[in-house]
């Protein structure tokens, strides 16, 4: 006869087992679908559009790359500081006073003319400060010539902080005006505008040049257009 505790027991075990793999199973699901809930994966539905019409994706990137100046607009940018923080209207000006200074017991009244020539620029010359100003000034006085046609009635004295100087005249008469060529002057150097030469003569100059100064002899006919520092 068969044994019915033994065919009780193996049933039994089948039964554990069927149970064991069901609770297996269905911890396996739970866990899987709490991960799906924890980590979902963004459905292509889901990445907003910018307005123009590129994915918050590359907002980033965009931002980024955007904010990046490029040599010229940075250039621009110190040039305008630079016009601000001096007064400018331009980032090269050239304005022009006149000084009258009162007689003296050994002088008389003298009307003195200013030339300033102003500039910012950017990258900055190796003599300009360091946001990029520059500034040459002149101020005519009398010179050592007693009349028009010695060409040196009067005297330019430039002061510039380079040591070479380019300049260059025009001249005026009887409401015509030409435009000189342009000529290079050392400082602690007297020249004439006339034929751009070192100035040799007998006759002393009515002041002393300060040290590093640029002297132009010229007359009334001569005046001062340009200045600039030269390489």
Not at 54 to 82: M, P, R, T, Y
Not at 130 to 146: C, H, N, W
Request: net charge negative; proline share 6%; aromatic share 6%.
């Amino acid at each position: 006869m068969p044994d019915d505790s033994k065919g009780g027991r193996n049933a039994t075990i089948v039964v554990a087992v069927i149970t064991a793999i069901s609770t297996l199973g269905a911890a396996f699901l739970a866990s899987g679908h709490k991960s799906k809930e924890e980590s979902p994966v963004p459905a292509p539905a889901a990445i907003q559009q910018t307005a123009s019409g590129v994915g918050s994706i590359n907002v980033g990137h965009d931002a980024v790359f955007n904010n990046i100046k490029s040599a010229g607009e940075e250039a621009a940018e110190l040039v305008q500081a630079c016009e601000q923080r001096h007064g400018m209207k331009m980032s090269a000006e050239k304005t022009e006073t006149t000084e009258t200074v009162p007689a003296t017991a050994y002088e008389r009244q003298q009307e003195i003319e200013h030339v300033d020539f102003r500039s910012c620029t950017w990258p900055k010359s190796p003599y300009s400060d360091g946001d990029g100003f520059l500034q040459i000034s002149s101020r005519t006085v009398p010179g050592p010539g007693e009349s028009e046609s010695t060409g040196t009635t009067y005297a330019d004295r430039i002061k510039a902080p380079c040591e070479k100087l380019v300049v260059g005249y025009g001249f005026g008469s009887q409401g015509t005006f030409d435009r000189e060529p342009s000529f290079t002057i050392k400082a602690d150097t007297v020249m004439t505008g006339e034929n751009h030469a070192l100035w040799k003569s007998d006759n002393t100059l009515p002041f002393y040049p300060d040290a590093g100064e640029f002297v132009v002899l010229h007359n009334s006919h001569d005046a001062l257009q340009r200045a600039e520092c030269a390489p």
